[in-house]
């Protein structure tokens, strides 16, 4: 039986009178990398803030490794790691010392402290800069920096939100890389991200999040699976033929989502009937493709823009 390191039971969270976070039901076991994937507003970020101590809940149950987040929350920190969307690094101390500050918050052993950042400045390729004050570094090494410092108590459960936000695609693709290799090693992971593609690639599951509520959780191959089929075919028409189109679809029993005024999205459960479609709409801009976690949010969320960050 797979051990539950995080479990949330009707999680609630408001600010005023604005709900943020609203009836949560969630579960991440152990040894796996869980994503919650969703746009800026969708409340990840307040989620990810009550399972480390940061907000509080006002409804429902939350435990983390083991543990009642309401009444052990000190015990919790302890046991985590934790990169918040700012890294609130300190400025004033070299990348060497912010290491040796952070782990003795947690009460790691002086020498073991000095041992791990050295192995932890190698990991993150930073150990040519363990003397240089943080306002010298890069957007990445500041990411890098706050990813070792989460790593320094050598936590059971690591908690990345938004780890690539910022980061040019050369730095994001050496963080998937790094995700990859270490979080078999780091024994959990939760990502808070929204790039669909992040997701799909490093997560073993997600939870799919928009204002404030959870959408679906699974796999993500099983999610686009169950949500839209096996391709995509994705066409432009003019305004004016959209009803047009629509009802010839229709007459065939396709599924298909709208994007704006001139975009329809046709989801299909079986490649062979790509070409049907593309003889019923005869359009010049269509394009037949694989399937996605964006496409899956679209069907879920749908395609308007969202408000800032929760």
Request: net charge negative; hydrophobic share 40%; proline share 3%.
């Amino acid at each position: 039986m797979r051990k539950l390191i995080v479990e949330a039971k009707g999680l609630t969270k408001k600010f005023a009178d604005q709900v943020v976070v609203k009836d949560v039901h969630l579960e991440v076991f152990q040894g796996e990398c869980f994503g919650i994937l969703g746009p800026n507003g969708a409340g990840k970020s307040t989620l990810m803030r009550m399972m480390y101590g940061s907000a509080t809940t006002n409804e429902g149950e939350l435990y983390v490794v083991g543990l009642n987040a309401k009444t052990n929350i000190r015990e919790i920190k302890a046991r985590i790691g934790v990169l918040p969307q700012d890294e609130a690094l300190d400025r004033e101390f070299t990348v060497r010392e912010n290491l040796h500050l952070y782990g003795s918050y947690h009460g790691v052993d002086r020498d073991v402290a000095v041992h791990r950042t050295e192995d932890l400045l190698k990991l993150m390729r930073l150990e040519d800069l363990g003397d240089q004050f943080v306002n010298v570094l890069s957007s990445a090494m500041k990411r890098r920096l706050g990813m070792a410092r989460a790593m320094i108590n050598q936590p059971e459960l690591l908690l990345l939100d938004e780890p690539t936000a910022g980061l040019d695609p050369q730095a994001r693709f050496w963080v998937w890389d790094f995700l990859e290799n270490v979080k078999t090693e780091m024994g959990t992971v939760i990502l808070g991200t929204h790039f669909m593609e992040e997701a799909e690639k490093i997560c073993d599951r997600i939870a799919i999040m928009d204002r404030g509520q959870v959408l679906a959780v699974g796999e993500p191959q099983a999610l686009i699976r169950q949500h839209i089929g096996v391709q995509v075919v994705e066409f432009q028409i003019s305004k004016h033929e959209l009803q047009y189109y629509l009802a010839r679809l229709n007459a065939q029993q396709f599924h298909y989502q709208v994007i704006g005024d001139s975009q329809i999205n046709v989801h299909l459960e079986s490649s062979e009937t790509a070409q049907k479609v593309i003889s019923i709409v005869q359009s010049q801009k269509a394009t037949i493709r694989q399937p996605t976690l964006s496409d899956v949010f679209l069907r879920l969320a749908g395609h308007h823009l969202r408000d800032e960050p929760l």
